[in-house]
């Protein structure tokens, strides 16, 4: 309806404005991708990163923020990111910013240190940190606690994280020559290494933690024995020289050598942590365990025990059945008697002597009495023997002596006192004594004698006179012998007819 | 006085002035058929939506490295200032001067730049006109040449790839710096400047102009 618009006086007009361009611009897509992929980028930067840790060491030496790695057997697992000194200015504390998947293993048991090339006795190590620079190693912990302060070792351990092996204790009275990496031998390969050692709380002997790897650890048994193969092992004893070692190595650094006996009972491998004896050499730690052993005291009268030492054998005919335990002087003020009882400890089934027919019915204490007391009475006597004569050592000897006075085992003492009889070198010096004592009778003898045959022939006397008149007398019958034989060259017919007148 | 005010287009390729056709903005050029607009269209807009992207990369571009070198001591990834430190030496300083004002300055002078010629003409401001299109062309100028940085890398990491000794990779900061400069290359693409002499010349004879 055009026309009531005209009909209509005054209607003002729409004003015209120009439209403003309130519309978004397509462009903003841009800003809005690049925001969106900056973020993107931003959470997963703060998502790869794992927890920061600080480490503890004692110098930064070779350290360096922002460039050393953390490495696990090679991987790397984090980086040092800052270096500064602890307030105490004793340390440096360092902060490592760690991988994401390093969480789990930052627990409380895990050990940081810094591998730097090393030279020791024994191997060279962490050569490839000449040409990367250092790193810190790390050994992962089994602990469930998290922790994120640790403190560096100074050394790297000896035994590397996940080397399959077991850990046991050794005790000992003496380091001797064994220091931190000596080799563990079994059969003389090595087998393992000391990792470290430490006092006993008593202070009375050191426990050595030894880690014996893969596949040498299922050959140590609760019945394995460990001892020193440190250095040579010589030994001049009765036996004569031994000369022993394990090897080269072993001379230079020390090391220890494991064993187990063929005899005894099969045991399945021991337990990590078992604790072992050390002995000192192969011998002891082979000798079979005591296994029913009797004390016995020896008291050699008027016999000296030179050469007798605790550890020397005690032998019946030859074989050994126990040892020497003890060898103490001892003074009796109501006999005003010095007397040096030897103390034997004799064990015959350890060594292996097997007792045939033996009557079963009795408690063994008793029955070990009978039999010694039917024993000394056939003759059982201890004597001292030498074992060797170059070194003057002497042992023991059990044996029966069927012309031996009569004597019983006094069981009243503790330990009780077996019979003794003068050993074969009290027989000798006894004989050597009586042959010495005759021999200076003889020598006595053959000096007068000789001092009377001196006197026979000294100047004017009687023999010297007469000797003289005799020779005299020979010379004169000489002379006239040779005169006949003159006579009878220039008239031999004189034999026949006598003397004539002629020849006068 | 201009073309836009006496109702007329000029063309940007030929340079033929035309009027538009009645109740049109926009047309073609009757001679080179270019297409004919009074002003860039959005062009604050734009710019500003670049400038934004562009400062938006310019974040990761400088957190991130852009470079990461693998020796036999182990990765190693720098950013570009870390760069700079690097390349800071008595006798290497100029090279390290280079590369802080080619990929630290010049970026963020851009970005600050067109931030400032943005903010001004969008305030209608009719100061210091000279000046602002000098520093407009300026930016211009300068414009590629942020994109050195990214030459030198990708350069670096085609050359050194002495493996297993050394070799060089790219690093995710290095997209982000290449996006910084096209970003900022593209605002000033979209940027007009007559928008700076828009606002005077409105301001001298038409006050309540409205432009784009």
């Known amino acids: 309806m055009p026309d009531k618009n005209q009909s209509l006086p005054k209607v003002p007009e729409s004003k015209v404005v120009p439209k403003k361009r309130t519309r978004l611009s397509l462009v903003w897509i841009i800003p809005i991708v690049a925001a969106v992929i900056g973020v993107w980028v931003a959470v997963t930067k703060i998502m790869s990163e794992g927890p920061k840790i600080t480490i503890v060491f004692q110098s930064a030496e070779g350290l360096e923020a922002g460039k050393t790695k953390v490495q696990y057997n090679g991987l790397h697992v984090g980086t040092l990111t800052s270096i500064h000194l602890s307030a105490d200015h004793h340390r440096v504390i360092a902060t490592a910013q760690m991988d994401p998947k390093s969480e789990e293993f930052l627990v409380k048991d895990t050990k940081f240190w810094v591998v730097r090339p090393q030279i020791s006795g024994m191997n060279i190590t962490g050569l490839g940190t000449l040409i990367s620079g250092d790193y810190i190693g790390v050994e992962l912990g089994q602990s469930k606690e998290s922790e994120r302060n640790f403190t560096a070792l100074d050394t790297a351990p000896l035994v590397a994280g996940g080397t399959l092996g077991r850990f046991f204790m050794l005790k000992t009275p003496e380091l001797g020559s064994l220091s931190e990496g000596a080799p563990i031998y079994f059969r003389h390969l090595p087998a393992g290494q000391i990792v470290s050692y430490e006092l006993d709380k008593s202070g009375e002997g050191l426990n050595v933690r030894v880690f014996v790897q893969a596949p040498y650890n299922q050959y140590v048994t609760p019945n394995t024995r460990f001892w020193h193969a440190s250095g040579i092992d010589m030994s001049l004893s009765s036996a004569g020289l031994r000369l022993q070692t394990e090897s080269l190595m072993s001379i230079l650094a020390g090391g220890i050598a494991f064993e187990t006996p063929a005899t005894g009972p099969l045991l399945p491998p021991a337990e990590a942590n078992t604790t072992f004896t050390l002995f000192n050499d192969r011998a002891e730690a082979l000798r079979p365990p005591p296994r029913d052993p009797y004390t016995f005291r020896l008291v050699f009268k008027q016999s000296s025990v030179r050469g007798l030492e605790p550890g020397a054998p005690v032998e019946v005919g030859g074989v050994t059945i126990g040892e020497v335990t003890e060898v103490s002087p001892q003074f009796d003020m109501n006999t005003m008697e010095f007397s040096v009882p030897v103390t034997i400890s004799v064990d015959p089934q350890r060594y292996g002597v097997r007792f045939l027919n033996v009557p079963g019915d009795e408690d063994a204490t008793v029955r070990h009495r009978k039999v010694m007391d039917i024993l000394v009475a056939h003759g059982l006597r201890a004597h001292l023997k030498t074992g060797n004569l170059l070194t003057g050592s002497l042992y023991v000897s059990v044996d029966l002596f069927p012309d031996a006075l009569p004597a019983t085992v006094d069981w009243a003492q503790n330990p009780a006192e077996m019979p003794t009889m003068p050993g074969k070198t009290e027989e000798i010096e006894k004989s050597v004594a009586d042959l010495l004592k005759s021999l200076n009778q003889t020598l006595t003898n053959t000096d007068k004698l000789l001092g009377s045959a001196n006197k026979l022939i000294e100047p004017n006397s009687v023999l010297d006179t007469e000797l003289n008149n005799m020779l005299q007398e020979g010379g004169g019958a000489a002379r006239s012998l040779r005169v006949l034989a003159d006579y009878l060259e220039r008239h031999p017919e004189a034999l026949i007819r006598g003397k004539t007148g002629e020849a006068k | ?212």
């Open chain 2, 1 to 212: 006085m201009t073309a836009m005010q006496q109702g007329l287009q000029r063309c940007d390729t030929c340079g033929l002035l035309s009027r538009p056709a009645p109740g049109e903005d926009e047309g073609r050029c009757p001679r080179c058929d270019e297409e004919l607009v009074f002003r860039k269209p959005d062009s604050l807009q734009r710019t500003l939506a670049f400038l934004v992207a562009a400062a938006v990369c310019y974040i990761p571009a400088n957190v991130l490295p852009v470079m990461t070198t693998v020796t036999a001591s182990g990765r190693e990834s720098d950013t570009i200032m870390q760069g700079v430190v690097l390349l800071w030496s008595p006798t290497g300083w100029p090279l390290s001067f280079i590369v802080l004002f080619a990929s630290i300055m010049i970026p963020s002078a851009k970005i600050l730049s067109l931030g400032y010629l943005l903010i001004t003409v969008r305030r209608g401001s009719i100061e210091n006109n000279t000046q602002r299109i000098r520093l407009y062309r300026m930016v211009d100028l300068i414009g590629r040449w942020s994109m050195v940085d990214v030459f030198v890398d990708t350069f670096t990491v085609a050359l050194i790839q002495l493996q297993p000794l050394m070799s060089v990779e790219p690093a995710p900061g290095l997209f982000f710096f290449a996006a910084v400069v096209v970003l900022t290359m593209l605002a000033v693409e979209s940027f007009d400047p007559r928008l700076i002499w828009d606002s005077a010349s409105s301001k001298e004879i038409q006050p309540e102009v409205q432009y784009a």
